[in-house]
């Protein structure tokens, strides 16, 4: 391989693992992953083989003619939910097929999407209490729990985006968040407030159950990457148990 075609085929398996990176980081399943990492690569001559857990990308790129092959690893920062970049990254991929872009242009498109700004913290924070608000209400809660269940969320969601700023644990970070939720509506259990006076604070903790965890568990157990799929599996239990630890928390404080 001559200098050209190696600094070639490096910049493309960097940008291959900066793809397969963002995409496992932001809630991707792994099929997804595996999936748009190819199409891109196949796009633009390449073979790509890719090696998948819960915390590094290995990856082989190699030239259709097989003359040509280079390997890199590469960590995966934790795991989030980031659906605008996934499914952004997926129509880019497709935009590789059929506008013809070049490696320069999808750099350029993954730097674009990254920096798109995120929503403001006080509208993050006021939409996840409404949905909040919303199951209360769905679940028979009246006015009054309806209000209590906004609050817990907005203060249970916030502790929650500070611990995180502060590097705590993230299970630890959830189990903080799940008892400032607590603390808040077991409030209107302790003081009587509402007609199902259960409901808000059985729901204030709603916003920090792990669904992305669950369902891409379920969809890398279906697609055949069992490892991938028992360790999110696993991620998403010591979730809900981080979430039971810090209500059980509240309930013991309160004699609930």
């Not at 990254?89 to 872009?101: A, F, H, P, Q, Y």
């Not at 913290?121 to 769905?138: E, H, K, N, Y």
């Not at 939720?181 to 259960?198: D, F, T, Y």
């Not at 890398?220 to 981080?242: C, E, M, Y």
Request: one cysteine or more; hydrophobic letters at 50%.
């Amino acid at each position: 391989m001559n200098g050209e075609q190696n600094k070639k085929i490096k910049e493309v398996e960097e940008m291959l693992l900066d793809v397969g990176t963002l995409l496992m980081s932001n809630g991707a399943s792994t099929g997804r992953v595996r999936t748009t990492v190819n199409r891109i690569a196949v796009a633009l001559g390449y073979e790509a083989e890719l090696l998948i857990t819960s915390r590094s990308l290995m990856l082989t790129v190699t030239e259709e003619n097989g003359s040509d092959y280079t390997s890199s690893v590469r960590r995966t920062p934790p795991h989030g939910v980031n659906f605008k970049l996934v499914s952004g990254i997926s129509r880019m991929s497709w935009r590789v097929i059929e506008d013809k872009l070049t490696v320069e242009q999808i750099n350029q498109d993954i730097l674009r999407l990254t920096s798109l700004a995120h929503f403001p913290r006080i509208v993050v924070l006021s939409l996840v209490a409404l949905a909040g608000a919303s199951f209360c209400r769905l679940f028979g809660g009246d006015a009054l729990e309806m209000s209590v269940t906004f609050v817990a969320t907005f203060f249970g969601l916030f502790i929650r985006q500070e611990a995180i700023r502060k590097r705590f644990n993230p299970y630890v970070a959830i189990a903080f968040a799940s008892f400032t939720a607590s603390m808040i509506a077991g409030l209107s259990v302790r003081l009587g407030i509402g007609a199902v006076r259960e409901t808000a604070l059985a729901t204030s903790v709603l916003f920090l159950i792990p669904g992305v965890p669950f369902i891409n568990s379920l969809t890398d157990l279906l697609d055949g990457n069992t490892l991938n799929g028992i360790v999110r599996g696993v991620n998403g239990f010591i979730i809900a148990f981080a979430i039971a630890l810090g209500l059980l928390f509240a309930m013991k404080i309160y004699g609930i």
